[in-house]
């Protein structure tokens, strides 16, 4: 085909576009009704409630067209959504996806967005059930809403946190944020690093193992930065915690890039954001539970400090002296 | 307070923003968990399926600030998804918010955008549970989703529409369209116009009373002009259908337009977007009923055409000759 005759989104229109991706949705048992009516319908099973989670991804904000391959920008656009399903302990379901798009924006852009949204959709079990699209006088932006479900004695929350639980993390911190320092300083990023800041695999099985077991008191997913994301389960807790610098899960990757200047690589791996690993208390009689439980998942989890009662959140060296992390996760706006 | 040490949006900063939205948020008896965790927990009322549908407005494709004002834009921007609730025969509950604003935009702004989002909410007792807010590098970016709920047997969609129904509209078409014509050419645009097309009222409670009584067999909102919108009812439907022209329910404000350039008026009730009314079919016995089920909930209810077994949608004139609209309705991108 040549590039004068290849079609375009001005060519297929915002019908066409919306039949061009609900041809590629398989269906599922729980959708009732999916594209192509004023509203979806689907099912809760029997004894569920309902958890639902939006996140808005925008261009040169939250991404970058040139790093960022559509195809994974389109796995991304839906794993951080998942993620917060899996940070309540739910199992993802339906997701709607809205697109506003620059008019010249090639098709095969779109396509490979969706095909790879529709590849992670598929991963977790997720029917995509609708949206909406329309032009953009701007840069490319990406709304995905995820619901998900959960009976009520299963759902974690932030606020579950008691003084005395260990605080744990999966997998390792710092990765992805580390990746996009590079990127910005037009370093050279290895593949694994970008693969953590590029291609996130929500933990949605070791989340649904830790509360089918009732292993975790309150959970929530790092997605800016270890340090303020505890921080939203002590507040919700009305707890503190105590984090050990030495224990933070550090990928080999990470490591090789400590010795530079180890401060700021740790303030990576506690308030870098993106991470979309779970951070979780459990009480300390269940150490070996959670280890063997995460284990049975493939998933490399790591005890990173203890939840205190007075409510302050501090960090501690290995030495026991306290380490000033002088940073915050991410905020927008400030 | 002097314009100097007024809050701005970098000084509240965004986790300012979500707790200075959450506090005016009133507590529902269906909302477990609202903002403030991973995701929110909600109950489905015993029986009921989830309906689901969400919107995207951009500044300067949806709305322009300088014509919106803020209070009026919030109110809208619920108001466009709770209607499509309403198309279903639904009963709208929760909202999900998801703001990316420009840093410069005045909190007053969002005060009073968010002040007229809850207003709205509470008119339809619908609760805002989650959302998401960044910073936007162009203009305002709104995305909406909207959850509502019915019993399966009530549900009413596009596909139900049987040759021989009569098709109806509520209220007026074509006014929205009108105003923004008007406003485009600068044209001075009277109170009753500009309402109509700034501050839409969703048809819920006619939307229910029809599907209480099960007097309708097919619906859908009227946002991209009758002409396109019945036409997914006959496609979804497998049908056809003859409009008449000379029955469209057509304002006073807007007759007042109509002498000067008919035909480009008459295009406007048929195609013009975001009349928010409710477009239905229903079985010519029940006229009487569904006259009535109307008058009882206060809303002007109009017969407009017949439902066809050939799949055309034809418009009349008065005196029987097609009438060319030659114009679809409004279709981003093309």
Redesign the interface.
Same mark, same amino acid.
């Given at each position: 085909m040549t590039p004068s005759s290849a079609p375009t /989104? %001005?060519k297929?229109?915002?019908?066409g /576009?919306i039949s061009r991706i609900s041809t590629c949705v398989p269906s599922y048992e729980n959708v009732? =009704?999916g594209i192509? &009516?004023? #509203?979806? $319908? +689907? %099912?809760?099973s029997p004894g569920m409630? !309902?958890?639902?989670?939006?996140? *808005?991804l925008?261009e &040169? $904000?939250?991404f970058r067209r040139s790093w960022h391959d559509p195809l994974l920008l389109g796995r991304k656009s839906l794993a951080v959504s998942i993620s917060?399903?899996a %940070? *309540?302990g739910?199992i993802p379901r339906?997701a /709607?996806l @809205?697109l #506003? /798009?620059p008019?010249a924006l090639p098709l095969a852009f779109i396509d490979d967005f969706v095909r790879g949204f529709l590849a992670m959709a598929t991963e977790h079990r997720v029917a995509l059930?609708?949206? &909406?699209?329309?032009? @953009?006088?701007?840069?490319l %932006?990406i709304?995905v +809403?995820? *619901?998900?479900e959960q009976s009520?004695s299963r759902?974690l929350?932030? @606020?579950g946190a008691k003084p005395d639980d260990d605080i744990w993390v999966t997998g390792t911190l710092g990765d992805a944020a580390l990746a996009l320092n590079m990127l910005e300083k037009g370093e050279t990023v290895s593949e694994d690093l970008l693969h953590r800041l590029l291609d996130p695999s929500p933990r949605v099985s070791a989340a649904l193992a830790l509360t089918e077991a009732c292993l975790a008191t309150a *959970?929530?997913?790092v997605s800016d930065g270890v340090l303020a994301d505890y921080g939203h389960i002590a507040d !919700?807790s009305s707890v503190g915690g105590c984090l050990n610098l030495a224990d933070l899960p550090l990928s080999p990757a990470f490591r090789k890039h400590m010795s530079a200047d180890s401060a700021t690589v740790c303030r990576m791996a506690l308030c870098g954001g993106e991470d979309y690993e779970l951070c979780f208390t459990a009480r300390p009689a269940m150490r070996e539970k959670v280890a063997e439980c995460m284990k049975k998942c493939g998933i490399a989890v790591t005890r990173i400090g203890i939840v205190t009662s007075s409510p302050e959140v501090t960090v501690v060296n290995p030495d026991g002296t306290p380490f000033n992390s002088q940073a915050e996760g991410f905020?927008?706006? =400030?």
């Open positions: /989104l %001005a297929i229109g915002e019908f /576009l009732i =009704t192509g &009516d004023d #509203a979806s $319908v +689907t %099912a809760l409630q !309902l958890l639902t989670s939006t996140d *808005m925008l &040169d $904000v939250h917060d399903i %940070a *309540m739910g339906w /709607l @809205s #506003a /798009l008019p059930i609708g949206g &909406d699209t329309c032009s @953009s006088r701007s840069g %932006a709304s +809403t995820i *619901m998900g009520p759902i929350r932030r @606020s *959970m929530i997913d !919700l905020n927008h706006f =400030t």
